[in-house]
């Protein structure tokens, strides 16, 4: 089966074919991507309408790309997948309508994808996909959750943030910085310049014995530490950026490794843009490889949204006969879906 799948849920046109045959892990054939931070860049933010226009441009010509790049016709496309939520309503109809219509053009089936499973299982479009079962480390810019996956479908959430997301905590903390939006990979970068160990900064949730998050304060100390430093902040950024790093990964790794040990399991999964960091990274696959688990990410481009995740979840969800697509083009989105709504 060959599969296209469309990604339009926030501030990234995705759109990517994957082949799905047998029982084997599904190969992804090609995907192109169009990101609209610069867009959004002057506005420290995503401005929902913006980015439905933006998708509306993007999305044929970038669908036009991925076939020729695969060498494949329209003709030859067997089912269209689209992200159903969550994310902007705006921008996810923008996709669902496309995808529909293109369906009903062709005559084939179309599936909504719920967003973040396509994070979830965006490890399996690596060099060394993982097996199940496996725990879930999905840190995103809108979500941050632990997870036990035993299958397509089967999520069971072990804990979750409470306030921000690991990724906004990121984004929030550069913003006040001056680093620009998404500042995530900026700060990254600045704080391979810093000492982690320059500001004493909290580790919220850290001894909570759960598998919950909360963030929210640690931005507000990164807040009060700029306002303290005032002027000497130009010169300190760096240090303030390794230390709000260090914080944040110290407790996604704790909380990890919290997770292994309450569920006995020997494998991880890290999903979703917080992914591509290094000290995550680092930290995360030493402390693993110390216990004798593996650790397993996606490719560091697909880390953030993509094209190529939504149509690896609905190849896999077909797979495992967790989703029939149909014909039923009248679609509607979920721009607030949990997870666990499609868990069974
Ligand atoms: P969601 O999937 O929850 O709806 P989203 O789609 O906006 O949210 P992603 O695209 O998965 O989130 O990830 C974007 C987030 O990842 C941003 O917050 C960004 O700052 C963060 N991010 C990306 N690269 C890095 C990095 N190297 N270090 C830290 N954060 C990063
Ligand atoms: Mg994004
Ligand atoms: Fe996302």
């Not at 992914?275 to 680092?282: I, V």
């Not at 979840?313 to 967790?322: F, K, N, P, W, Y």
């Amino acid at each position: 089966q060959l599969i296209l799948g469309i990604e339009s849920s926030c501030d990234e046109t995705g759109v990517a074919l994957v082949r799905a045959e047998g029982g084997g892990v599904p190969r992804l054939l090609a995907h192109a991507l169009h990101s609209q931070i610069d867009m959004h860049q002057a506005y420290g933010g995503v401005v929902p309408e913006l980015a439905s226009r933006d998708h509306i441009r993007r999305v044929l010509p970038l669908t036009q790309t991925v076939l020729h790049e695969a060498g494949e016709h329209l003709d030859a496309v067997d089912v269209v997948a689209y992200t159903r939520g969550p994310g902007l309503a705006g921008a996810l109809l923008v996709g669902a309508g496309v995808a529909c219509a293109l369906g009903a053009a062709l005559d084939i089936p179309v599936l909504g994808v719920h967003h973040l499973e396509g994070h979830l299982l965006s490890p399996f479009l690596s060099s060394d996909p993982p097996e199940f079962p496996f725990i879930a480390l999905l840190v995103s810019g809108g979500h941050t959750q632990l997870m036990r996956v035993d299958g397509v479908g089967r999520y069971e959430i072990l804990g979750e943030t409470i306030d921000d997301a690991a990724g906004e905590a990121f984004d929030k903390s550069a913003k006040l910085m001056g680093l620009g939006y998404p500042g995530g990979p900026a700060l990254s970068r600045l704080a391979e310049q810093g000492d982690a160990k320059a500001f004493k900064l909290p580790r919220p949730l850290l001894h909570s014995g759960d598998l919950d998050f909360s963030f929210a304060g640690l931005k507000t100390a990164v807040l009060t530490q700029a306002k303290k430093l005032g002027d000497e902040l130009v010169t300190r950024k760096a240090d303030l950026a390794a230390s709000t790093q260090a914080a944040i990964v110290e407790v996604l790794v704790k909380k990890t490794l919290a997770a292994l040990d309450q569920s006995g399991m020997r494998r991880v999964v890290v999903a979703g843009g917080v992914g591509a960091n290094r000290l995550l990274r680092a930290q995360l696959d030493a402390a693993c490889a110390a216990r004798g688990v593996r650790v397993h990410y996606p490719e560091l481009e697909l880390c953030t949204d993509n094209g190529a995740m939504i149509a690896m979840a609905a190849a896999m969800r077909l797979q495992a006969g967790r989703q029939q697509a149909n014909r039923d083009y009248a679609f509607d989105v979920k721009p607030r879906w949990p997870l666990d709504a499609i868990a069974t």
